[in-house]
């Protein structure tokens, strides 16, 4: 394959490179050896990886070349895993540099993209302990978003996202525990699904930040998330949280059309005083109009989710977990300050408070899912407004910026809350070109149903072909 036609294979996605790996018109090693090369010429600027895998990379591609054709579905696919995930001989380091002994085994999710076939070729940056919607630290410096350097790509999964925007990975592993999966997906004008609580085993972790994480692909096309997470779905003896079964395996779902559906359309924020941007608020809107023209019945529907109650419970829940993060690593005192004052805020909140913060789920989970009742679908920004830059809230306390990141974020804590599966779906790009996106949040255990709508929305305007217009500055 000519150079020119290995560049373009590199952002042509997961399902591409699969096939054009098993069809022979290129070899695991060459295109696991076309990403080290972008790496290695991009990501000094970018700050994707914390660490890339070169030689273990371009080993396990030779060794899939020499066991010969297969029907193995990731077959030599370069996909990036994000630092909070483990890997064995790794400590798994969550963004900072408190922990130092290395993982006997691979978690559930590397092991299952190995046995796919996929080639593990580093893993990615986040923010200390994922506290955060931008992927900064005061030790490792920024990452910086693909379509433009003075941007993030969000956080806290900011380095999974950046280095499939810039095609160093074919797809990335992320996690979410309030939107940090969505919130760089969405920065990066990539397709990132949250999936059901429980659907990808967290193994070996039973659950995370009590419950409100989950994992899953960041990748270019609805169809390539698809088929990685049919790879990684499925439980792990020891999980705190098994899903449903869904009707169909993911791929499929993406392939099938999704027929005339009931959605909801909300601008309403999670709490009272949050504006939204003109230009987030168009994107929602032009989303609807499409989804209309697209034969749904789309109806205009704001439940009412300024319960301060909730929001409140969130936050102390928030801070708390952030306390029991940092408390929990092998070194606490290597933590950056901003991560110390934060877990110092949750170390102040009351044991009978942090009980009851943490004790409201099914009833809010009751709550939130009355919606579903009326509707399939439930249409919502993403973020409140455009990518924020690289640094813009430093010099902010830790109560401040906080303030700023949950009005930022506060159309997905909810989801994490509540379990529900919810998508970031590319909508377009701001007047200065950077990528705007909605939120479609669906029933419990209903991936299904929102890969199809993602999957048609993707089909009305594709997004996948734009090549980020920044990584000439990156290099």
């Given at each position: 394959m000519e150079p020119s036609e290995l560049s373009e294979l590199c952002f042509a996605g997961v399902a591409a490179q699969a096939r054009a790996v098993r069809s022979g018109q290129v070899s695991a090693r060459e295109l696991v050896a076309e990403h080290l090369r972008r790496i290695e010429r991009i990501d000094p600027g970018?700050?994707?990886?914390?660490?890339?895998?070169?030689?273990q990379a371009l080993e396990e591609a030779a060794r899939l070349d020499a066991r010969g054709s297969g029907d193995l579905p990731l077959r030599g696919v370069p996909i990036a895993v994000k630092e909070d995930i483990a890997i064995a001989g790794l400590p798994?380091?969550?963004?900072?540099?408190?922990?130092?002994?290395?993982?006997?085994?691979?978690?559930?999710?590397?092991?299952?993209?190995?046995?796919?076939?996929?080639?593990?070729?580093?893993?990615?940056?986040?923010?200390?302990?994922?506290?955060?919607?931008?992927?900064?630290?005061?030790?490792?410096?920024?990452?910086?978003?693909p379509w433009s350097p003075t941007h993030s790509p969000g956080g806290s999964s900011g380095g999974s996202a950046a280095a499939v925007a810039a095609g160093l990975a074919a797809a990335a592993?992320?996690?979410?525990?309030?939107?940090?999966?969505?919130?760089?997906?969405?920065?990066?004008?990539?397709?990132?699904?949250?999936p059901q609580r429980g659907r990808v085993s967290l193994s070996p972790e039973p659950q995370m930040l009590g419950g409100l994480v989950v994992a899953g692909p960041i990748t270019r096309t609805v169809q390539d998330w698809a088929l990685v997470a049919?790879?990684?779905?499925?439980?792990?003896?020891?999980?705190?949280?098994?899903?449903?079964?869904?009707?169909?395996?993911?791929?499929?779902a993406a392939r099938t059309d999704p027929g005339r559906l009931r959605i909801g359309v909300?601008?309403?924020p999670w709490g009272p005083g949050i504006t939204i941007d003109g230009e987030v608020r168009d994107?929602?809107?032009?989303?609807?109009?499409?989804?209309?023209?697209?034969?749904?019945?789309?109806?205009?529907?704001?439940?009412?989710?300024?319960?301060?109650?909730?929001?409140?419970?969130?936050?102390?829940?928030?801070?708390?977990?952030?306390?029991?993060?940092?408390?929990?690593?092998?070194?606490?005192?290597?933590?950056?300050?901003?991560?110390?004052?934060?877990?110092e805020l949750g170390r102040r909140v009351p044991r009978g408070v942090a009980r009851w913060a943490c004790g409201g789920d099914a009833d809010l989970t009751a709550y939130a899912n009355r919606i579903f009742t009326s509707v399939d679908v439930l249409l919502t920004p993403a973020l409140t407004r455009p990518p924020i830059r690289v640094g813009e809230w430093d010099g902010r306390g830790a109560f401040t910026a906080l303030l700023a990141a949950s009005h930022y974020t506060t159309f997905l804590p909810l989801w994490n809350i509540t379990g529900n599966p919810a998508a970031s779906v590319p909508a377009g790009r701001t007047s200065q070109g950077l990528p705007l996106a909605v939120q479609l949040v669906g029933r419990q255990h209903d991936e299904c149903t929102l890969l199809s709508v993602s999957a048609q929305l993707e089909r009305a305007r594709p997004w996948a072909d734009r090549i980020p217009s920044g990584l000439d500055h990156a290099n």
């Amino acid at each position: 394959m000519e150079p020119s036609e290995l560049s373009e294979l590199c952002f042509a996605g997961v399902a591409a490179q699969a096939r054009a790996v098993r069809s022979g018109q290129v070899s695991a090693r060459e295109l696991v050896a076309e990403h080290l090369r972008r790496i290695e010429r991009i990501d000094p600027g970018l700050n994707a990886f914390r660490l890339v895998f070169a030689d273990q990379a371009l080993e396990e591609a030779a060794r899939l070349d020499a066991r010969g054709s297969g029907d193995l579905p990731l077959r030599g696919v370069p996909i990036a895993v994000k630092e909070d995930i483990a890997i064995a001989g790794l400590p798994t380091t969550k963004g900072t540099n408190a922990a130092r002994t290395p993982q006997p085994a691979d978690s559930a999710i590397v092991a299952r993209l190995r046995a796919a076939g996929a080639v593990v070729i580093g893993r990615t940056r986040m923010p200390e302990l994922g506290l955060w919607p931008h992927t900064e630290s005061s030790w490792a410096g920024p990452t910086r978003n693909p379509w433009s350097p003075t941007h993030s790509p969000g956080g806290s999964s900011g380095g999974s996202a950046a280095a499939v925007a810039a095609g160093l990975a074919a797809a990335a592993i992320g996690t979410d525990g309030a939107g940090s999966i969505r919130i760089p997906s969405a920065v990066t004008g990539l397709f990132g699904l949250k999936p059901q609580r429980g659907r990808v085993s967290l193994s070996p972790e039973p659950q995370m930040l009590g419950g409100l994480v989950v994992a899953g692909p960041i990748t270019r096309t609805v169809q390539d998330w698809a088929l990685v997470a049919d790879q990684i779905r499925g439980a792990a003896p020891g999980d705190a949280h098994v899903a449903h079964p869904p009707r169909t395996s993911f791929t499929q779902a993406a392939r099938t059309d999704p027929g005339r559906l009931r959605i909801g359309v909300s601008l309403r924020p999670w709490g009272p005083g949050i504006t939204i941007d003109g230009e987030v608020r168009d994107a929602v809107q032009d989303t609807a109009a499409l989804l209309t023209d697209l034969g749904h019945d789309v109806v205009r529907l704001d439940p009412p989710m300024r319960d301060v109650t909730a929001s409140t419970r969130f936050a102390v829940r928030y801070l708390h977990n952030a306390h029991l993060a940092r408390t929990g690593m092998e070194f606490p005192d290597l933590v950056e300050p901003r991560t110390r004052a934060v877990g110092e805020l949750g170390r102040r909140v009351p044991r009978g408070v942090a009980r009851w913060a943490c004790g409201g789920d099914a009833d809010l989970t009751a709550y939130a899912n009355r919606i579903f009742t009326s509707v399939d679908v439930l249409l919502t920004p993403a973020l409140t407004r455009p990518p924020i830059r690289v640094g813009e809230w430093d010099g902010r306390g830790a109560f401040t910026a906080l303030l700023a990141a949950s009005h930022y974020t506060t159309f997905l804590p909810l989801w994490n809350i509540t379990g529900n599966p919810a998508a970031s779906v590319p909508a377009g790009r701001t007047s200065q070109g950077l990528p705007l996106a909605v939120q479609l949040v669906g029933r419990q255990h209903d991936e299904c149903t929102l890969l199809s709508v993602s999957a048609q929305l993707e089909r009305a305007r594709p997004w996948a072909d734009r090549i980020p217009s920044g990584l000439d500055h990156a290099n």
